[in-house]
């Protein structure tokens, strides 16, 4: 499916300014970066603008700072540090820009955190005006921030002269409309997470597509308590204890295959020193926590992941920062590492996971986004995605 979205790939960016939206909300330990994977993901649509002979804004957030408060630790500055280093090209740190910059073609400025700025979450439109204005042309990045209705994310859409989308954010909706949308059959989902609550929609939208869902982690232990299993003292939501059952008998309805487990990893703390336990899912005990799938569960499933031809993951199904209760959510990876198949997969868990196994290589597409990953699989319109249509038909 092909959307409707003017594209930076679309625009000659030769002698223009050029403003991009990118999400540098990157993990930072003592002012140190610790993952610098979102900063990489950018690179490419840097490089084309500057080959273009463009001079670049950088713009993103850092954290949750409170706006008009210029918190020291949640600055920028680091990032363009790093950026410099990656590009191999100096990039200008921005303090005071709102009012605008000098910039010359070839230049790279990374302005600071746009989330210092009074009214950049309400999205007012006189931010939103002049982020518009320092440039020529507005390009929205930035996948992980899609969801979200503020001054630079849709806002400036709105007021800039061309708005256009940039290359990674169109990789990020062309390989989730190509999961989503045009799959190849069969698919097959592995949703985790410690609550069913929040991902019920997910779960009732992808199963419109997928003809198998694999479910681990607390999302588990609902299911396994509607369909009569004693969970014992496991994390569960006992008041959704009877919409998971709705939602098998929906699944079974719409021929979305839903597995539970033949065996479980227990432990009587949650810790990663507690001493891990396989049980029979018939075997579990009153004070039981059920913190991984077991390993006959873990195999059989991983035989399933072989036939699949498009494989959809967000979350790991087990407590895999533990190590006795990583092993489910590591023979599942690499069954998907080595599956004939395209394979989605994003959520800041899910990445965490992936890293941990080392099969990142082995994904047809990493996502960069957390929550717009989520909204785009339950069915939701993302914002800045919206906007972008909008004003590609203006």
């Known amino acids: 499916m092909t ?43 840097i490089r084309l603008a500057l080959d273009q002979g463009a001079g670049v804004i950088l713009l993103s957030h850092l954290g949750r700072p409170t706006e008009g408060d210029g918190q020291a630790a949640l600055s920028l500055a680091p990032i363009a540090v790093r950026l410099a280093e990656l590009l191999n090209h100096p990039v200008r740190f921005e303090r005071d820009w709102l009012q605008g910059v000098t910039l010359k073609p070839g230049e790279i400025i990374l302005c600071e955190n746009v989330r210092f700025n009074v009214g950049e979450k309400t999205n007012h439109p006189d931010l939103a005006q002049k982020i518009a204005a320092l440039g020529d042309v507005y390009v929205m990045d930035a996948f992980a921030t899609a969801h979200r209705t503020e001054a630079s994310t ?89 919409t998971a059952l709705t939602l098998m008998q929906k699944l079974a309805s719409r021929g979305t295959n839903l597995p539970l487990p033949t065996d479980v990893v227990v432990a009587k703390t949650f810790s990663a020193t507690a001493s891990a336990t396989i049980k029979a899912v018939t075997e579990v005990a009153p004070d039981d926590l059920i913190l991984d799938i077991g390993p006959d569960t873990a195999a059989a499933w991983a035989i399933l992941i072989t036939s699949a031809k498009t494989i959809i993951w967000n979350g790991p199904v087990g407590v895999f920062e533990f190590p006795p209760f990583s092993h489910g959510t590591q023979t599942l990876a690499q069954a998907i590492a080595q599956a004939n198949a395209f394979s989605l997969a994003g959520g800041g868990d899910t990445i965490a996971a992936i890293e941990q196994c080392g099969i990142g290589a082995n994904i047809s597409y990493l996502s960069t986004g957390g929550g717009a990953f989520l909204e785009y699989l339950e069915g939701k319109t993302l914002p800045a995605v919206a906007a972008l249509i909008e004003v590609s038909h203006a």
């Open 154 to 242: 849709t806002g400036a859409i709105h007021c800039a002269k061309i708005a256009c989308a940039g290359p990674l954010l169109m990789q990020e909706l062309d390989a989730l409309s190509h999961a989503m949308a045009t799959p190849q059959k069969p698919v097959l989902a592995i949703i985790g997470g410690a609550k069913i609550s929040t991902k019920l929609q997910l779960l009732d939208s992808i199963s419109k597509v997928a003809d198998l869902i694999l479910v681990g982690g607390g999302i588990l232990n609902t299911f396994m308590a509607a369909a009569g299993f004693a969970i014992g003292a496991s994390l569960v939501e006992r008041d959704l204890i009877p």
């Open 3 to 45: 959307l409707p979205i003017i594209r930076m790939t679309d625009i000659n960016l030769n002698q223009q300014r050029v403003v991009i939206r990118e999400d540098f909300n990157v993990p930072l330990h003592e002012g140190v970066i610790t993952s610098d994977a979102r900063l990489i993901a950018a690179l490419p649509t």
